[in-house]
């Protein structure tokens, strides 16, 4: 099981980044998956998360800024991040949950994921 998340670098306030993470070693179309992130010296934690329906959450700091979505046919699951804000600097993890995230809301889902990949830095500065 595999997961490698890639499209991390650095942009100005206000930039866009698209962040990608290619499965490898299952199949994801039976997974949920999750995007998480870890910024210096703080916990890790959501950001968004997309079911095998394509139902979709995002936590509050993200909400209209950020798009989760996901193509099972590639194995890929993406993160498209607008209107970036130096607050969003950190490093980004994908994962996935076979449970499809069932039971779980934001707050709760980064503790249901089952594989974690390595991350993607993403540095918001001007």
């Known amino acids: 099981v595999q997961l490698q998340a890639s499209g991390g670098g650095s942009v100005q306030p206000g930039g866009t980044l698209r962040l990608s993470c290619v499965v490898s070693?299952?199949?994801?179309?039976?997974?949920?998956m999750g995007w998480f992130r870890q910024a210096p010296g703080k916990e890790r934690e959501e950001v968004s998360c997309i079911r095998t329906d394509g139902t979709t959450f995002y936590a509050d700091p993200v909400k209209g800024r950020f798009t989760i979505s996901r193509e099972n046919a590639a194995n890929t699951v993406y993160l498209q991040m607008s209107s970036l804000k130096q607050e969003d600097t950190a490093v980004y993890y994908c994962a996935a949950d076979y449970g499809d995230l069932i039971g779980l809301t934001i707050g709760t889902m980064i503790y249901g994921m089952d594989s974690w990949g390595k991350g993607t830095q993403v540095t918001v500065s001007s």
């Open positions: 070693g299952f199949t994801m179309s039976y997974y949920g």
